[in-house]
């Protein structure tokens, strides 16, 4: 064991763990000004002749920044608005991903 139960190692430990984790347990990013509105979207396409997966991505959209700051001050900080522009974001790239997909079918 790392610690060797030592109380002052131990608590160190967790002090820093509770430090450091606290702000996201109790909505941290509202009192800096940084929220997240995390969006993940899973897409399939699937052969219908033979019903299976021909295609399949996932997209990830965290936070947008350079679209929130097109927003007006008061839209930006609407849970909504950034949940719709994760969303966007995420459909766009996934869209994006099965053209390039096409694409490449295409080509062989």
Same mark, same amino acid.
């Given at each position: 064991?790392?610690? +060797?139960?030592? *109380?002052?190692?131990?608590?160190?430990?967790?002090?820093?763990?509770?430090?450091?984790?606290?702000?996201?347990?109790?909505?941290?990013?509202?009192?800096?000004?940084?929220?997240?509105? *995390?969006?993940?979207?899973?897409?399939?396409?699937?052969?219908?002749?033979?019903?299976? *997966?021909?295609?399949?991505?996932?997209?990830?959209?965290?936070?947008?920044?350079?679209?929130?700051?097109?927003? *007006?001050?008061?839209?930006?900080?609407?849970?909504?608005?950034?949940?719709?522009?994760?969303?966007?974001? +995420?459909?766009?790239?996934?869209?994006?991903?099965?053209?390039?997909?096409?694409?490449?079918? +295409?080509?062989?």
């Amino acid at each position: 064991m790392a610690t +060797a139960w030592n *109380p002052v190692v131990l608590s160190a430990g967790v002090g820093w763990d509770v430090l450091t984790s606290a702000p996201v347990w109790f909505g941290g990013g509202y009192l800096f000004g940084i929220a997240l509105r *995390p969006v993940r979207v899973e897409a399939r396409a699937y052969e219908t002749r033979d019903g299976y *997966p021909i295609w399949q991505d996932v997209e990830v959209a965290i936070y947008t920044w350079k679209l929130l700051e097109q927003l *007006p001050e008061d839209e930006r900080k609407k849970k909504e608005r950034q949940l719709w522009i994760n969303l966007d974001t +995420a459909v766009e790239a996934l869209a994006d991903s099965l053209a390039d997909e096409q694409a490449r079918t +295409a080509r062989r």
